[in-house]
């Protein structure tokens, strides 16, 4: 039988462990996804095979286009399993449980990134794969917890907390991590060891702090009846918040317009150092250097849309950022020098900052007082998640098709179009009445 969760809305211990974990796996997006390992994979295995490209399983392949493809596939398999599981989630009250596990699974991978040379590029992509799926695993059941721990009037501000944390969190751990690589000499190191201890870093960090997320949430009372698979009743109910989903048009037309401008933004806020490593030809400190600004100006791109929404709402906000979001992509198009980068990066940072307000929009359009919050936050990290996979897979093909990089911003704009257009038709409210 299912009980209601009875613990209060607003507790501040609750609220400020929940942003911790932000701080928590936020290294991972940073160090992992978007700074070092990227650059590291790049480097590392033009060194091993002598050029651009890699032979992964016998197969012959572009490195950059291998690592866009290895990205859409971890997505696409999280966008499979997570549904499922989030049912069960739900249903059985396992939603820390399963938070927990894709946290440690992660946090495995990344330590497993430190044998990754650059010849063994199976190991390095395999491991990648499975630190996305366990980042993007944990992440869906993280987002549930919010409307059922914040009430409406704190969701945009609590959202926006947890991002400002990501990011500053983030930033320290990265920090360290160069100081150990740039001063790789003094301290008896090889540059390529002192690259990958800061992968194990990144794994120490992200168990480390979330186990003050694990202690402070709570834990769902739902408690199944004894013979229920679970996994049954996960599908059970996916497909019950689905039905539901289809008498709520708003809810159902924001989730389509998040998934085509998630595509473009996904994209690039993942590939953004492959870019300037290869078409601008950067060297890795002015890469960092550009993921410094990045963050920086996150911090206060987050507190600044979140400022924007409070005055003209979280549909206004949106909109502002899509449009910045395509101007950016053909600015991205045409740009030559390094400045021109550094300009088109601080205003993907500032777009990137506001880019919670997603999550805590959909917090408003989904039922209020529902107990299925994980099965209908899994519809939204499905749509990511696939947008996120997609994006990057037609980010590698375009390029693949084309032969060059710069071909692919111009569909990443289309995304953020399309996704203008969708919104625009979108009445944000809270817990859309069903017609």
């Not at 507190?303 to 979280?314: A, E, H, M, Q």
């Not at 502002?320 to 045409?334: E, K, N, R």
């Amino acid at each position: 039988m299912r009980e209601s969760n009875n613990y209060p809305k607003n507790d501040p211990r609750i609220l400020n462990a929940w942003a911790s974990y932000d701080w928590a796996n936020s290294v991972y997006n940073l160090t992992i996804t978007a700074a070092i390992f990227p650059i590291y994979y790049e480097a590392s295995t033009k060194a091993a095979f002598g050029g651009d490209m890699v032979v992964f399983f016998g197969m012959k392949i572009t490195a950059s286009v291998l690592y866009a493809y290895a990205i859409a596939l971890s997505f696409f398999l999280a966008a499979i399993l997570s549904p499922l599981l989030s049912g069960v989630a739900d249903y059985g009250g396992k939603k820390k449980t399963l938070m927990k596990f894709f946290t440690y699974t992660g946090s495995a991978a990344c330590f497993t990134l430190f044998f990754f040379d650059g010849s063994n590029v199976e190991l390095g992509v395999i491991a990648a794969v499975i630190a996305s799926m366990g980042y993007s695993g944990a992440v869906v059941f993280y987002i549930s917890f919010l409307p059922e721990i914040a009430t409406d009037d704190r969701l945009d501000d609590v959202s926006a907390k947890g991002f400002s944390l990501g990011f500053l969190g983030s930033v320290i751990q990265l920090l360290v991590s160069l100081i150990i690589i740039f001063n790789h000499g003094a301290l008896g190191l090889t540059e390529g060891f002192a690259t990958r201890l800061s992968f194990l870093f990144v794994a120490v960090w992200w168990v480390g702090f979330a186990q003050i997320a694990f202690y402070y949430l709570p834990n769902p009372k739902n408690t199944p009846p004894e013979q229920v698979n679970l996994f049954k009743k996960g599908f059970e109910e996916l497909l019950k918040v689905w039905k539901n989903l289809k008498t709520m048009p708003n809810t159902l037309r924001f989730l389509v317009a998040f998934f085509f401008y998630s595509m473009g933004a996904q994209s690039i806020m993942l590939l953004a150092t492959i870019f300037g490593s290869k078409e601008l030809h950067l060297e890795t400190s002015k890469l960092v250097g550009t993921i410094f600004i990045l963050q920086l100006v996150g911090i206060a791109g987050a507190y600044l849309f979140s400022y924007i929404s409070k005055k003209k709402g979280n549909k206004f906000s949106i909109l502002v950022m899509l449009v910045i979001w395509i101007i950016t992509c053909m600015y991205g198009f045409f740009l030559k020098s390094e400045t021109e980068f550094y300009i088109m990066a601080v205003a993907v940072g500032t777009v990137m900052g506001g880019f919670h307000l997603s999550r805590s929009t959909y917090a408003k359009l989904i039922p209020a007082d529902t107990p299925d919050t994980t099965s209908y936050f899994s519809f939204y990290d499905v749509m990511e998640k696939m947008a996120t996979a997609l994006g990057p897979f037609s980010y590698g093909l375009i390029e693949a098709i084309t032969g060059n990089m710069r071909n692919s911003l111009l569909a990443l704009a289309a995304y953020f179009v399309i996704g203008i257009v969708l919104l625009s038709t979108v009445r944000i409210k809270r817990g859309e009445i069903k017609t």
